[in-house]
């Protein structure tokens, strides 16, 4: 029967309640999907397999909780938008109550969550844990604070900067939480290069202080040079970053121009040999955790489909399948949404000889099969030859659609783009110029009424032609904006500069046509959009120290500077509002826009300080700002953002970066299938991407091959008649997707790899399976 054999080491459910159970077929059914649903989306969460908790665990996965979920996290984190100091103040009553409600959000998530875990699991969870404390310990700063300011007194608000807990420890964050694994796997190796480097500074540091800290030289500003340890070190840790070179080297070299060897030596050991070697720790240690994830999540998704395979598997003969009417309601389970042909097309895979049931090797394939994007064509023709077939099939028709197909023809419009290139750089006030642009956006929309023409309209304006919409697009927004700023112009009125910009900009675009022309280019762009996704993760890394750094900033240098409009005439306005910043270079050099007024100007202020270029004219002694108006001690929370930003995080961004453009790109040139995709190609309805770019699958594809062949081949072709299918672009797909694939196929079919235990408890140093194509790539 179904389910009784069942894999152990999962958490087993409670006797049951007394209230009438769901038929055991359905809870069966149900508890496999889940188990599906965890493998095809990675997840690892140990959840109870009683009816009620598999049912609890569906809604906690459902799109709409999640979405939910997210939607309170942002409002949680806007909030800094409107709290004091506020770009757009709110009393602090409507703030709270918005918080309160995050909160009871956060809070019913997680009992969710409790509901559908073992209590032991749940408590023992870092996250969980860490979500209660963080509620409890804002409700308390939330009342302490009210508290205060109902009796004017002024408080501050700590917990804020405890808000990116939520987006962190939340399940659905679970690759953010990847990305601070790698900082915390990275740590340990990076420490002991970056003491390394702080000792090389120091010893340089005592060695500029015995060169130059006797010889009465003098800053710019008439300063004394080099005679402090301390603003040795922390001006040498600048230079590290360029930003004050050569400035800071300027006095030594003007003394003796022998001196700029110390400089240089400086530079060349601390700037590009310490700095090359944390790229190089980070990438190291980057590439082996990584190895080691993506391990766990191979043998972790074979697991789970082992498991829901168990739970249906019935005996047929000598060995154990699922049947083909439960193999479907499974599917229609994990995908609702999947389409009848689709769904048929994934069964006749996976029950390649039409025997009535699913065997286990490709039972195991069907969380691969539903996370492959397979886009279903329905050939028709082309709506001018059914209005009128005797024009559209005539010789002249024949031959413009000929001319238009053929190669030559986009050749001549990529010479048509470069000549246009040349015209935009030449002078628009030239009436040749002028009346030579009208001319290419003709010919422009001449080449696509010719597409339209030749192509059927739905194929070439289909949802993943994405440079035929963009080339559309693109043009009739520069003839809109061109016969527009004419009209205009032709009044004699006035002379609309912000349409003349439009127009300039979209002729600028239109050269991004090239990019569609060049193989090669496609290539590029296609691997950037590939690794784009994951790069998102990125983003919510940078975003969450950002948030920390710019709460904490706003809480200790709020109000400290301030920022007046160019056309103020108050005294205040030399010195950005504050005295202590007085014949400043903070002050002369305008940087009173750089303050932490609010949270935008905070964000803005640490991109400027992870780009590092004039960073130390925001902070230092020598420039004053922010150390002159609140305390040295200021330059740590700087020197703290420079170090966790630009010499971590950033250095394991341009990890990511490298090993994902690296897969990436090796894949798009090899053209890497998986063996599922293989075999939808086998059946012979499968497309490939390139034979649809332009429309080109109506002229490569007879209605004749559509359907599927077998003994029953008739029926199902009568079923899918006039559809094809195609497997979406692989830069749809996310590096680590790809990465796993290549993984997973080097795990054979009968292979039920180690145990839950071992599977969690993988480490870097684990070399199982030893895989050559994997270790080269990752």
Same mark, same amino acid.
């Given at each position: ?39 095809? !989306? ?22 709409? /909780? ?16 409107? %709290? ?8 602090? *009553?409507?703030?709270?109550?918005? %918080? ?61 900067? *405890? ?8 399940? %659905? ?15 340990? +190796? ?51 970053? $360029? ?17 700029? =060897? ?62 083909? @009417? ?14 009848? #042909?689709?769904?048929?097309? *994934? ?8 025997? &009535? ?26 709506? *001018? ?28 419009? +990529? ?33 696509? =009424?010719?597409?339209? !023409? /030749? ?15 963009? +080339? ?8 809109? @904006? ?45 691997? =950037? ?7 998102? $993760? ?41 005295? @202590? ?28 300080? /992870? ?62 299938? /998986? ?37 029953? &081949? ?7 008649? &006039? ?21 997973? #196929? ?5 292979? %039920? &790899? ?25």
């Amino acid at each position: 029967m179904p389910g009784a054999h069942r894999a152990a080491g999962l958490y087993r459910p409670h006797p049951s309640s007394p209230e009438e159970p769901p038929a055991p077929e359905d809870q069966d059914l149900l508890l496999a999907a889940a188990y599906v649903s965890d493998a095809q !989306y990675n997840r690892n969460v140990p959840f109870e397999t009683s009816p009620q908790a598999v049912r609890l665990y569906h809604f906690y996965n459902h799109w709409t /909780t999640r979405a939910a979920t997210y939607f309170f996290i942002w409002v949680d984190l806007a909030l800094a938008l409107f %709290e004091e100091p506020a770009l757009f103040p709110l009393p602090f *009553l409507a703030t709270s109550i918005a %918080e309160v409600l995050c909160l009871t959000a956060f809070s019913g998530r997680l009992v969710h969550f409790a509901k559908v875990t073992p209590q032991m699991v749940f408590w023992k969870d870092t996250k969980n844990i860490c979500i209660v404390v963080t509620i409890v310990l804002t409700l308390i700063d939330l009342i302490t604070y009210g508290s205060l300011e109902a009796v004017n007194i002024h408080g501050v608000r700590w917990s804020r900067a *405890l808000r990116p807990v939520f987006l962190i420890n939340f399940p %659905e964050s679970r690759q953010i939480r990847r990305a601070f694994r790698s900082i915390r796997n990275t740590l340990p +190796d990076i420490l002991y290069v970056f003491l390394l480097f702080i000792f090389s500074m120091l010893i340089f540091s005592l060695m500029a202080l015995k060169l130059f800290g006797d010889r009465g030289l003098k800053t710019v500003e008439g300063l004394p040079y080099f005679t402090n340890i301390l603003d040795i070190a922390f001006e040498l840790y600048v230079l590290v970053t $360029t930003a004050n070179s050569p400035d800071i080297m300027m006095p030594a070299y003007e003394f003796n121009w022998w001196y700029s =060897l110390y400089f240089i030596t400086y530079i060349i050991i601390n700037t590009y040999i310490f700095m090359s070697v944390f790229l190089a720790v980070v990438y190291n240690n980057y590439r082996k955790h990584l190895k080691n994830e993506i391990r766990t999540l191979a043998y972790l998704k074979r697991h789970k489909m082992i498991e829901a395979f168990n739970i249906l598997k019935v005996k047929v003969g000598t060995e154990f399948v699922v049947k083909e @009417a439960q193999w479907r309601q499974l599917a229609k389970i994990v995908a609702p949404d999947i389409s009848s #042909s689709h769904l048929e097309l *994934l069964l006749r895979i996976s029950d390649e000889g039409q025997r &009535g049931y699913v065997d286990k090797m490709n039972f195991l394939r069907l969380a691969d099969l539903l996370n492959i994007q397979v886009v279903t064509i329905n050939i028709k023709r082309h709506p *001018l030859e059914a209005w009128m077939p005797r024009v559209y099939q005539s010789s002249p028709s024949l031959l413009v659609q000929k001319m238009v197909r053929h190669r030559i023809f986009v050749w001549v419009y +990529d010479v048509i783009i470069l000549i246009n290139a040349i015209f935009i750089a030449l002078d628009e006030k030239n009436p040749l110029i002028s009346y030579a642009e009208w001319l290419f956006l003709s010919l422009y929309i001449i080449e696509i =009424l010719l597409k339209l !023409y /030749t192509y059927e309209p739905r194929a070439y304006f289909g949802r993943k032609q994405f440079w035929n919409w963009f +080339d559309t697009l693109i043009i009739v927004a520069a003839l809109v @904006a061109t016969v527009t700023n004419t009209t205009i112009q032709s009044g004699q009125k006035y002379n609309s500069q912000q349409i003349l910009d439009i127009v300039l900009i979209l002729r600028i675009l239109r050269l991004l046509r090239i990019i569609v022309s060049i193989q090669r280019f496609r290539v590029i762009v296609t691997t =950037l959009i590939n690794i784009g996704p994951t790069m998102l $993760t990125f983003g919510g890394l940078v975003l969450v120290v950002y948030y920390v750094f710019a709460i904490i900033g706003m809480e200790v240098f709020h109000g400290k500077v301030h920022f007046f409009d160019p056309s103020s005439t108050s005294p205040d306005a030399l010195v950005c509002g504050n005295p @202590a910043l007085k014949d400043s270079a903070f002050a002369r050099g305008r940087y009173c826009r750089n303050n932490f007024n609010d949270l935008a100007a905070s964000l803005i202020l640490l991109t400027e300080l /992870t780009v590092v270029n004039q960073w130390h004219d925001i902070l230092s002694e020598e420039a004053d700002g922010f150390a002159l108006v609140t305390h040295q001690a200021a330059k740590l929370y700087f020197i703290g953002f420079h170090v966790v930003v630009v010499i971590l995080i950033v250095n394991i961004f341009i990890a990511f970066i490298l090993e994902a453009f690296f897969v990436a790109y090796s894949l798009e040139k090899s053209e890497v299938e /998986t063996a599922i995709e293989k075999k939808i190609q086998e059946l012979g309805v499968g497309v490939q991407e390139e034979e649809v770019q332009d429309g080109k699958l109506i002229d490569n594809v007879d209605a004749k091959d559509s359907g599927f062949s077998g003994d029953d &081949g008739d029926n199902k072709r009568k079923a899918l008649k &006039g559809l094809y299918f195609r497997i979406a672009s692989k830069k749809y797909k996310t590096v680590d997707a790809l990465l796993q694939q290549m993984f997973e #196929s080097e795990i054979a079919p009968e292979d %039920e &790899g180690p145990s839950l235990e071992e599977i969690l408890n993988f480490s870097p140093s684990d070399i199982h399976p030893k895989n050559p194509s994997f270790e080269n790539s990752a």
